[in-house]
């Protein structure tokens, strides 16, 4: 158990619709990770959060959004979803904005 | 941009015996972080071990090693007394060192090794 968690574990949706994945980073860590792993584009980042502030941004598609509350864990909101974006979606956090990345369970979406 | 290629979709190892996954990357940097991940069925990213590209000494953790060729741009991963449980996908990633940039992780295709009896 790497202490990071995250809800809900499964998710299926239909197309068109809107999900949000939530990520609660292990105790004191500041940076949260997003990162989507699917059979075409295998693990890609998505988006860093460092104490609320987006640091950095990766392949993340317009419809998807991210943010970070001031206790710490993070939303990834999908939107206007499309077959395509059934992946896992992993979060991860480490200590600082530098350091180890400790990874989630991921959520599994399913886009029907 | 960094990329990692691991050019062995699949591998398989007698329980017991020994396995190398290769991995090869390519940066203009000098200074940086390599890992390999381990993803078992349940989907998990375990963090197996990591090498400092400043730090010549390969990298051991148990019956895990890697050999880093740093010329070469080359970072394989050698188990050893292989175990049922080792069996999974590997992945091969790197990370800047520098702190202006993001501290983001690239990950190689991954390479799914099976443990036979």
């Known amino acids: 158990d790497s202490g990071v968690t995250q809800t809900p574990k499964h998710l299926i949706t239909a197309t068109g619709q809107r999900v949000t994945l939530r990520c609660s980073p292990r105790s004191g860590d500041l940076s949260v990770y997003w990162y989507q792993q699917s059979l075409d584009q295998g693990l890609q980042f998505l988006i860093q959060y460092y104490n609320g502030e987006e640091r950095a941004k990766g392949n993340i598609l317009e419809r998807f959004s991210a943010q970070q509350f001031p206790d710490l864990h993070s939303e990834l909101n999908l939107s206007s979803l499309e077959l395509g974006d059934s992946a896992l979606y992993f979060c991860?956090?480490?200590?600082?904005?530098?350091?180890?990345?400790?990874f989630g369970p991921g959520t599994r979406l399913t886009v029907t | 941009a960094q990329t990692v290629t691991q050019s062995q979709p699949e591998m398989s190892v007698q329980e017991a015996e020994t396995v190398t996954l290769s991995c090869t990357y390519d940066?203009?940097?000098?200074?940086?972080?390599l890992f390999w991940y381990k993803q078992p069925p349940s989907r998990q990213m375990i963090l197996v071990i990591r090498q400092e590209a400043y730090k010549q000494q390969n990298a051991t953790e148990n019956r895990f090693s890697v050999n880093f060729q740093k010329a070469a741009k080359s970072f394989s991963l050698k188990i050893s007394d292989s175990q049922l449980g080792d069996a999974a996908m590997y992945f091969c990633?790197?990370?800047?060192?520098?702190?202006?940039?993001?501290?983001?992780?690239?990950f190689g295709t991954g390479t799914r090794l099976q443990v036979t009896l």
């Open positions: 940066t203009s940097e000098s200074d940086y972080y």
């Open positions: 991860a956090s480490s200590v600082a904005f530098w350091g180890e990345q400790y």
């Open positions: 990633a790197y990370r800047s060192s520098n702190t202006g940039t993001a501290s983001k992780l690239t």
